[in-house]
Each structure stands twice: as C-alpha cells, then as structure tokens.
C-alpha cells in the first residue's frame, strides 16, 4: 500500500508540473521533448503473460503508432544525452534479479539512447560491435527513487562506486547506479513489443502487479543532478500509476 501512495503522490505531481515553468535542468528543449511523444510512445496496452511451456515471462506493450520507431537523436556528448524508454514499473523486489536489499521500485526498461552504449555483453546490431548498440532498443532493469529534481518525480538509485556492500547483478554495466543490462532481446512488430524474460531471471517469480509507461529521461553528469532522471512522462497506461495489472497465468 505504502508504494501505491508513493507512486500515486509521484503521478499526481507530475501531472501538475506538466503546464508550469520549466524549473529543471534539462538540457533538451520543451520542444525537441515534446517532438519524441508520438504516436509509437502512446501505449494503448501492456500485458506480462507467464508461459508455462517455455517457462517465460512475455512482456508486451501495444502503442497507437509503431512500436520502436521513435528514437531520439544524440546530443553529441554524455552530459544532456538522452534516453527514451518503454517502462514496465512493478512490483518485484529488487532481489529477484540480483541487486541487493535496496529500497525502490524495481522497472523493466526497454530503452534506446544514441551517445552512449551500456551492454557491453551484447551486441543488438549485430554487427560484431558491442560499443555502438545504444540506439537500438534494449533492457534494463532499474531501481527507482524519488526525485524532486526531475519534472517526471523519479530517478534511478545511485551508490557511492567505494561502497563494497553495494550488491549488483553481474550483467551490469559498471555504472554508479542500480542498473542491469540482462540482454533479453526486444522483438518488434509492427504496434507491438515483446520481451520474453525467463522466469529463473526473476528469482521464479510469477506472481506480480505491473504498469506501463512511455517517458523521456536525460543523462546528468552534473554535480547535484541525478546520473539518470525521469524528466517527463508521455504516458501512464493506467492513469494513476497504481500498478493495477497482474501477470496473466
């Protein structure tokens, strides 16, 4: 209950701050963030299903126009970059998929963004590169916190890099911050995307509530800013951010 009132206080003020004064420090224009919601980010439905033969869990999101076509266009350097993502909030632990007991909301995000690439594992394009995928679709998993420094209310969870408690999944990327790259492939097709994640990646986990959300996010490397914030949210499918779907048995 405590993280529905979180999340729907989070919501609420978003919304509110949608219409104010740009007071964050963004460094893309209103208008070239607006320019990224179009019809591919406007989600009409998201399901998790749990299929039992293959013992996966399919993620799925459905938008209005083609899923995956819009993406943003690199700003030249890390500072600023941005990072547009399909987002999946749940209701997991951060446990379940090896990060340590720390607190936030654990999301699956399927994100693309063009200046930097954070999967040194993998190597979405297939062209024998594994430094050059950022632009492509990809996942993560991440933890999220409050943020009043960023319009969208949230960032990802940050540590100090000395901290050896700090417990992290040994498919991320090296970065400061609660962030997975696990590699599950994004498939696209036409109005929909699909990610089939094995249900062992999440501890076996079958049984959780979900979201869906299109949001803009930007790159900070500035002292007081968020490594990784939520500035602006297209769309909450739910309307209220209150993770009121279950996985599909």
């Avoid at 007071?23 to 209103?30: P, W």
């Avoid at 996966?56 to 999101?61: G, V, Y």
């Avoid at 960023?150 to 000395?162: A, I, N, R, T």
Wanted: hydrophobic share 35%; net charge negative.
């Amino acid at each position: 209950m405590r993280l529905r009132f979180i999340l729907f206080t989070l919501f609420t003020l978003t919304i509110s701050l949608f219409s104010s004064v740009n007071m964050y420090a963004q460094k893309a224009s209103e208008q070239q963030i607006l320019g990224l919601n179009t019809t591919d980010m406007n989600i009409t439905e998201a399901s998790v299903t749990y299929n039992k033969t293959t013992d996966q869990l399919i993620f799925q999101m459905e938008v209005d126009g083609t899923a995956g076509h819009t993406k943003p266009e690199p700003a030249g350097q890390l500072n600023g970059a941005p990072v547009l993502g399909y987002v999946f909030p749940t209701t997991l632990s951060p446990t379940a998929v090896g990060f340590g007991d720390v607190e936030g909301i654990l999301a699956f995000a399927i994100t693309s963004h063009p200046d930097f690439d954070d999967t040194p594992l993998w190597d979405e394009n297939g062209d024998h590169n594994y430094e050059n995928d950022g632009k492509c679709y990809h996942t993560h998993w991440v933890v999220l916190g409050e943020d009043d420094r960023v319009e969208g209310g949230l960032s990802v969870e940050e540590f100090d890099k000395e901290d050896q408690s700090v417990v992290l999944p040994p498919t991320n990327p090296g970065m400061s911050m609660y962030l997975d790259s696990p590699g599950f492939p994004v498939v696209f097709d036409d109005d929909m995307l699909s990610v089939a994640v094995p249900a062992q990646r999440v501890s076996n986990e079958k049984a959780f509530n979900y979201d869906g959300v299109a949001a803009y996010m930007e790159v900070s490397t500035e002292k007081g800013q968020p490594m990784l914030g939520v500035y602006k949210v297209f769309k909450v499918l739910s309307g209220d951010l209150s993770l009121p779907y279950s996985v599909q048995q």
